[in-house]
């Protein structure tokens, strides 16, 4: 099938619709040490990001943060490149890496939390960047 402007615009559109509505919500659940009583941490890492400066999806990070502290993001290209690491909360990454844009591809992630309690979850999944 040969891509025409008009497939390459549905496509567009497409994508950036499931990026609009699309979330990872992650549940981990554990127990709380001191009352043995289950709790259920719900932590939001978009599954995709349009880096277009639109205001809309611009940047990859956690959306639903309160009161977890942010050991470690860390965000890898294929071939295992650290493209993006922080750990401050506030920050996210743009799609850019060492002053370049990175291209549209799927990048892996690793992000270290550290809950209220103190207890300490790693999650690890892929991210979508679109162009």
Do not use: C
Request: proline content about 3%; cysteine-free.
């Amino acid at each position: 099938m040969q891509l025409n402007k008009i497939n390459v615009w549905w496509l567009r559109l497409a994508l950036f619709l499931s990026v609009a509505v699309s979330a990872q919500r992650v549940n981990a659940q554990d127990y709380h040490p001191r009352d043995d009583k289950q709790v259920e941490r719900k932590i939001m890492i978009p599954t995709a990001f349009t880096p277009n400066n639109d205001g809309h999806n611009d940047v990859f990070k956690m959306v639903n943060i309160t009161d977890e502290t942010l050991l470690e993001m860390r965000v890898f290209n294929r071939w295992g490149t650290v493209v993006f690491a922080t750990n401050d909360i506030r920050k996210g990454w743009d799609g850019m890496y060492k002053g370049q844009e990175q291209p549209m591809a799927v990048y892996g992630y690793a992000i270290k939390i550290r809950y209220s309690d103190g207890t300490e979850e790693i999650y690890k999944g892929t991210v979508t960047l679109i162009r």
